[in-house]
């Protein structure tokens, strides 16, 4: 789906949940490998590509990435590095309450307070 956008301004992401639930091993950092050489079942690596991809795909798009507050140290840390890496802005969830509706699916007050302190973490990198 990294491709099916149409002039975007700015694409979030948040991802991991899945990645962590099914233990999805880590991987290593494949900073320096091309865009379709990096190693899709490995964390670390799917994440740098489809960052990668988005840059690549989306040139000047402002991209922000959203840590689930169901990640644990290893998935939250190697996105944090990833981010740090690329210059992009995060929102961590990790160690916030955010109330469930189903499952990994937040209640509409709980998208509510997410939204917020999104636009607050970020208003400055908004366009």
């Known amino acids: 789906r990294a ?3 149409i002039d975007p301004d700015i694409i ?5 949940t899945n990645d962590h ?3 999805t091993p880590l991987g290593e950092y494949t900073w320096d490998l091309p865009i379709g050489q990096n190693d899709l079942g490995k964390f670390r ?3 740098i590509e489809l960052i990668k991809i988005l840059q690549n795909q989306y040139e000047g798009v402002q991209i922000i990435i959203i840590i689930g507050d169901r990640l644990s ?3 939250e840390s190697s996105t944090i590095e ?3 890496h690329f210059g992009i802005p995060y929102v961590n ?4 309450t955010v109330d469930k509706c189903k499952g990994s699916h937040p209640t ?6 997410m939204a917020t302190r999104i636009y607050e973490t970020c208003k400055d990198y908004l366009p």
């Open 3 to 5: 491709y099916d956008f």
């Open 12 to 16: 979030i992401i948040h991802g991991g």
């Open 21 to 23: 639930n099914q233990s």
């Open 45 to 47: 690596s799917a994440y």
């Open 73 to 75: 140290s290893g998935y």
């Open 82 to 84: 990833t981010a740090n």
């Open 93 to 96: 969830f990790v160690g916030v």
């Open 108 to 113: 509409y007050p709980a998208f509510d307070m």
